[in-house]
């Protein structure tokens, strides 16, 4: 922590043993400060206003006149911006339910605040930033790039999809009873610069320039690893995305916006050795005849499938440095905050 004021008081403390000294007068002279130390504390006080409306009969008009009562005093009993605010940091960025923080302020402050009164507390707040919130729709429509997520919440009791666009400024969340294709074209974020996402089937659906989440193929093929050690593609699938990772953390370290051709073709010669292996390792079963439908691919096979089609997208982020190799921050704002809120009804 670093001190940026002056201290409200200074208390000077001179050794112990010169308490009692009869040459202690004669030293303060040559006396310095020798080290500093800060004690920081916070004081809360309640404070109570009184706002009394005066009554008077005009000699005039003979009509009773009254004091007009200030815009933000509605009743007998008027909570202030800082109560409100402590409120709503508590109830939201805290986390805390609107029954918890009802019991924190009446035993903290000897406020007899009911649920009711947070909840409505909180519902203002939202429809002040209404008009933010907006904002952050429209900049995230114009980003350059944005990461999407969804993921399951409780709201008011009922299971909701909580639909996600972020980027390092702006998190715009969107509740819906859709999942999908459906709940996102509700959302109604336009993008027109790269979508990076999990690789789910409802991304595609929107003709955007897309990127893959590769912090999501590494756990698949950890699971392949662990699972199927006769395997050999995947390790080296592994290798494969984590040298391009610090590939271009090197070149970034030199202020490079995307890797080099030679280095480009090289790992692209290398991805497609690797798919070949993979696929000879695990060829498609024929069925017979007679059963209709898809024949069964098992999750091994549908991932060898899913790089090779998607090529372009797995290494979007090797060709374009503005591109994030992994979807964290769609991951953190998806599970984060649609949680957090649906902890604090």
Same mark, same amino acid.
């Given at each position: ?5 002056? $201290? ?6 001179? $050794? ?9 007068? *004669? ?6 400060? @020798?080290?500093? *130390? ?14 009394? %409306? ?29 109560? =409100? %605010? ?16 009802? &019991? ?22 939202? +429809? ?17 790039? +944005? ?9 008011? @009791? ?6 996600? =666009? %972020?980027? &390092? ?10 999942? @999908? ?19 789910? =089937? ?12 590769? +912090? ?17 593609? +995947? $390790? ?21 916006? %995307? ?10 010669? &290398? ?23 898809? $024949?069964?691919? @098992? ?6 499938? *899913? ?6 997208e797995v290494c979007h982020f090797l060709k374009d440095f503005q591109i994030d190799f992994d979807n964290n921050q769609a991951l953190y704002a998806g599970y984060f905050y649609p949680h ?6």
């Amino acid at each position: 922590m670093v001190i940026t004021r002056e $201290p409200d008081t200074t208390q000077t403390l001179i $050794p112990d043993a010169c308490k009692n000294c009869p040459n202690w007068k *004669r030293c303060k002279g040559t006396a310095c400060v @020798g080290e500093t *130390r800060y004690k920081v504390d916070i004081q809360v006080i309640q404070t109570l206003d009184a706002y009394e %409306s005066m009554e008077v009969k005009c000699p005039k008009t003979n009509q009773t006149l009254k004091g007009t009562f200030p815009s933000d005093i509605k009743g007998q009993i008027q909570y202030g911006e800082s109560i =409100a %605010s402590l409120i709503v940091t508590l109830n939201t960025v805290g986390a805390v339910s609107a029954k918890r923080t009802q &019991e924190i302020l009446g035993s903290l402050f000897d406020l007899p605040i009911s649920t009711g009164t947070v909840l409505k507390m909180v519902s203002r707040c939202a +429809a002040k930033v209404s008009s933010v919130v907006e904002t952050i729709k429209e900049h995230m429509c114009n980003s350059a790039k +944005a990461h999407f997520d969804e993921t399951g919440t409780r709201v008011d @009791g009922h299971t909701r999809w909580a639909h996600v =666009a %972020s980027d &390092e400024l702006f998190t715009y969340l969107f509740f819906s009873c859709k999942r @999908g294709h459906a709940g996102m074209t509700e959302m109604d974020v336009l993008l027109h610069g790269v979508a990076i996402h999990d690789c789910w =089937a409802s991304y595609w659906k929107f003709n955007v320039l897309h990127a893959i989440c590769c +912090a999501h193929l590494l756990r698949e093929l950890n699971g392949v690893i662990e699972n199927h050690p006769e395997q050999t593609w +995947a $390790p080296r699938f592994k290798k494969l995305l984590l040298d391009m990772k610090k590939t271009k953390e090197d070149a970034i370290a030199m202020n490079l916006a %995307s890797a080099d051709e030679h280095t480009i073709q090289y790992y692209n010669e &290398e991805y497609d050795a690797i798919i070949q292996v993979a696929f000879a390792e695990n060829p498609m079963v024929t069925t017979e005849a007679k059963k209709k439908g898809r $024949p069964k691919k @098992g999750k091994v096979l549908a991932l060898i499938e *899913r790089l090779q089609k998607y090529k372009g997208e797995v290494c979007h982020f090797l060709k374009d440095f503005q591109i994030d190799f992994d979807n964290n921050q769609a991951l953190y704002a998806g599970y984060f905050y649609p949680h957090l809120f649906g902890k604090c009804a």
